[in-house]
């Protein structure tokens, strides 16, 4: 059974996990889920999802990102 405040305070609940899912997106540079598997720009090779989110924003494989380091 649902009366007005009961209502009211489901729908504060709902604005309260919706406001932290979004303080939670904002502190996370990335979400896993929209990764992709992209092209390595030197060689071509995968770079993986887990290393995309080891390094944000990388577009090497480990190798070429070594190499590249080492330069
Ligand atoms: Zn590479």
Do not use: N, W, Y
């Not at 489901?10 to 406001?19: N, T, Y």
């Not at 889920?33 to 992209?38: C, L």
Request: aromatic residues 2%; proline residues 3%; negative net charge.
């Amino acid at each position: 059974m649902h009366d007005a405040a009961d209502k009211a305070a489901e729908d504060e609940e709902r604005a309260m996990q919706l406001f932290e899912e979004g303080l939670r997106a904002r502190r996370r540079p990335i979400d896993a889920g929209s990764i992709q598997v992209i092209q390595c720009l030197d060689c071509g090779d995968d770079v993986s999802v887990e290393r995309q989110l080891a390094v944000p924003r990388t577009r090497r494989c480990t190798r070429c990102a070594a190499e590249v380091e080492r330069r």
